[in-house]
């Protein structure tokens, strides 16, 4: 079902949902978004700004509440009662975004180092302290996209012209989970409590979701007939994966079981195409699903 939006809005994403069942994701229009929470019941309410801010989002929620988002090219959290905290920039960069958010609170994203356009892996606590993550040799960009409750992070390096899938132990130490044979982009998107990622990464046959088992074995997931592309995005504690297949030039919101059965799980009635971001240990799927002139509209599955 197609979620609330606000007053004025023609656009909406649902980006992430807890254990309750609550979401958090961006409702506004093309001159700017506002990060908004939506209730287990659909009930919309909008997040607040400090005073003179201009537009803000919401990327993640954890089981107790607590939202990660990002105000102005700031990274920010919100506390479940709705306030609200700017977290620092960290020294040598000019802007920061968060991406994830694990139970004990700790958020991990990344940086924009000064004006170079390249990217830092950044961890931060609720009490505002940033630590850079470390690169790969001779990468110059690192983005870290999942966090999961003991503290493991996953994203992407570049190095060079290759885009490298890692892992972060809770100490710092990075792995390179590579890529796949004959390809130069592994992205990982999402990582459960028992340390089983997803993402997606470009094979000889273009973009395949992935996902890697906690020794780094890599698999591809199963496509949808017809389709030909596809990402993992999501991955819940039974294993259970969310991302999206395209078929016909239009993605679709898909899930995979554990056991690696895919299922479409379509598009509303009146859109043309859909996307899942998250799912939680109930099943809920929080996305978005797009109308024909090209908005993306948050849906919960």
Same mark, same amino acid.
């Not at 989002?57 to 009662?81: H, K, R, T, V």
């Not at 994966?241 to 056991?259: C, E, F, M, N, P």
């Given at each position: 079902?197609?979620?609330?939006?606000?007053? $004025?809005?023609?656009?909406?994403?649902?980006?992430?949902?807890?254990?309750?069942?609550?979401?958090?994701?961006?409702?506004?229009?093309?001159?700017?978004?506002?990060?908004?929470?939506?209730?287990?019941?659909?009930?919309?309410?909008?997040?607040?700004?400090?005073?003179?801010?201009?537009?803000?989002?919401?990327?993640?929620?954890?089981?107790?509440?607590?939202?990660?988002?990002?105000?102005?090219?700031? *990274?920010? !959290?919100?506390?479940? *009662?709705?306030?609200?905290?700017?977290?620092?920039?960290?020294?040598?960069?000019?802007?920061?975004?968060?991406?994830?958010?694990?139970?004990?609170?700790?958020?991990?994203?990344?940086?924009?180092?000064?004006?170079?356009?390249?990217?830092?892996?950044?961890? !931060?606590?609720?009490?505002?302290?940033?630590?850079?993550?470390?690169?790969? =040799?001779?990468?110059?960009?690192?983005?870290?996209?999942?966090?999961?409750?003991?503290?493991?992070? /996953?994203?992407?390096?570049?190095? $060079?012209?290759?885009?490298?899938?890692?892992?972060?132990?809770?100490?710092? /130490?990075?792995?390179?989970?590579?890529?796949?044979?004959?390809?130069?982009?592994?992205?990982?998107?999402?990582?459960?409590?028992?340390?089983?990622?997803?993402?997606?990464?470009?094979?000889?046959?273009?973009?395949?979701?992935?996902?890697?088992?906690?020794?780094?074995?890599? /698999? %591809?997931?199963?496509?949808?007939?017809?389709?030909?592309?596809?990402?993992?995005?999501?991955?819940? /504690?039974? $294993?259970?994966?969310?991302?999206?297949?395209?078929?016909?030039?239009?993605?679709?919101?898909?899930? !995979?079981?554990?056991?690696?059965?895919?299922?479409?799980?379509?598009?509303? =009635?009146?859109?043309?195409?859909?996307?899942?971001?998250?799912?939680?240990?109930?099943?809920? %799927?929080? $996305?978005?699903?797009?109308?024909?002139?090209?908005?993306?509209?948050?849906?919960? !599955?």
């Amino acid at each position: 079902m197609e979620l609330a939006e606000l007053p $004025g809005s023609t656009r909406s994403q649902a980006f992430a949902v807890n254990a309750a069942g609550v979401l958090v994701g961006v409702s506004g229009t093309d001159a700017g978004e506002y990060a908004v929470r939506w209730a287990s019941n659909g009930t919309l309410s909008q997040l607040p700004m400090p005073p003179g801010a201009m537009w803000s989002d919401a990327s993640a929620i954890n089981d107790a509440g607590l939202i990660a988002g990002n105000i102005d090219l700031q *990274a920010a !959290w919100w506390s479940p *009662a709705g306030a609200v905290t700017l977290l620092p920039v960290p020294n040598g960069f000019s802007g920061s975004y968060v991406e994830a958010v694990n139970a004990d609170g700790v958020m991990v994203g990344d940086a924009l180092r000064g004006s170079s356009g390249n990217y830092g892996a950044i961890r !931060w606590t609720t009490g505002g302290t940033a630590t850079e993550l470390a690169m790969l =040799p001779n990468a110059h960009s690192a983005h870290a996209t999942a966090i999961n409750a003991s503290g493991f992070i /996953t994203g992407y390096v570049d190095v $060079g012209p290759a885009r490298h899938a890692v892992r972060w132990a809770p100490d710092g /130490t990075i792995t390179d989970l590579g890529v796949l044979p004959g390809a130069n982009l592994a992205i990982v998107w999402g990582i459960n409590d028992a340390g089983i990622m997803v993402g997606a990464a470009l094979t000889g046959e273009g973009p395949q979701a992935v996902r890697w088992a906690v020794d780094g074995t890599a /698999t %591809v997931l199963g496509m949808l007939p017809n389709g030909t592309e596809a990402r993992a995005i999501s991955v819940n /504690t039974g $294993g259970t994966i969310v991302g999206d297949v395209t078929l016909s030039d239009q993605r679709h919101a898909t899930r !995979w079981s554990k056991q690696g059965a895919v299922t479409d799980l379509g598009v509303p =009635p009146g859109r043309v195409a859909s996307s899942a971001y998250a799912i939680n240990d109930t099943g809920v %799927v929080a $996305g978005y699903s797009i109308d024909v002139n090209d908005n993306p509209h948050a849906t919960r !599955w």
